[in-house]
């Protein structure tokens, strides 16, 4: 099964290299390993090696108070941080809470042997769900302490299938889980493991942390001035073409931010063109355009958490597609939340909607709906954002609890 499995580890990376011909993202991911050997042994300065592992910028979101709280607590322990994907190296390649930063190699056997080697971790852990079954295997031959961190397990994964032994065996290569949620808990539980907690997840750290620390953003409260605002984040089409429909049709009383995932050129102008309204670029607004526009929108990254401090109702963007994005964001200061039908992987959104902190909506009918009752119900808005606070305040405290069992 091992030699099964490396060859296709071997074919997803010649399908990469195929790919980079025409793909920014797949030439970035061959580029930024091509000599990893060499630039590794240049970085490398320590031995006994923090190793945190993300797959990409999500992950390291979740990851990254893991890593300043202990930095912070431990700074003589060295910290390498390495990514699977392109969008998570390009952007935090400089982060100055980790010595070394790097791409993962891809898995196979001479690889791991070789970064490891090199790297002579005292300790790895792995974010969230990155099972790399060669790394796994190598770090229990070599008795490395391994941890999965704000981990998450769900029935239809291969170790919890009638075929899955060869999977779960790799999992006997993490010394302790740390887990998001009770029904992670119980799938390990139903396979033999006891070498799990359920701490929660680390990016409710994050997020508030964030909040306390909002940057103001005075052209933001000009635009509010005492409208009902809408910040739509990460929006995708699917969720601008909806909310410019509603928009269109609200002539007075609602303000709305767009926050696009992709702020390409050609994407801003298609956002431009659904409305009917006045709409200003956040670039180019100034004290005499940016009161009388009804939306803004944002073209620049970086700016989204601190948004929505403003925001009496968040609309969070990529829930008619595959993968919702962040609502923790938004949660954490305590306004009611709006997101798509494809939700249900996404464990946050589960328990927003249970709590009647967040709504799902399919159509611009649903949306209206949810619209209006939020408008006209303030009581039910309220009710609605405080739940969000409150469910943000439940659940804090997943990295003291990681630190206190690593520390004890």
Known sequence: MRILYTFAIHLY???????????????????????????????????????????????FEQGRPLIEKLKKEHPHIPVLLSFFSPSGFEIRKNYVFADVVCYLPSDTPKNVKQFLDLVKPSAAFFIKYEFWFNYLNEIKERNIPCYLVSGVFRPNQHFFKFYGNWFKKHLTGF??????????????????????????????DRCMENAAFAKEIASIKEFKENQFLVVAGSSWPSEEKIIAAYINKQQQGVKCIIAPHEIHEAHLKFIESLFTVPIVRYSKARKENIQNAQVLLIDNIGMLSSLYQYADMAIIGGAFHSRLHNSLEAAVFGIPILFGPNYHKNVEAKDLIERKAAFSFSTLFEFTECMEKFLNESSFTAESGNAAKSYMAENTGATDKILKILFH
């Open 175 to 204: 010394t302790f889980f740390f887990l998001q949620n009770e029904e992670s808990c119980l799938l390990l539980k139903k396979i033999g493991f006891t070498n799990y907690l359920k701490t929660g997840d680390t990016r409710f």
């Open 13 to 59: 990376t010649q399908g990469i290299y195929i790919a980079s011909s025409f793909n920014t993202k797949a030439k970035k991911w061959i580029k930024g390993r091509k000599k990893w050997r060499t630039e590794l042994k240049e970085k490398i300065k320590d031995e006994n090696y923090f190793w945190v592992h993300c797959a990409s910028l999500g992950e």
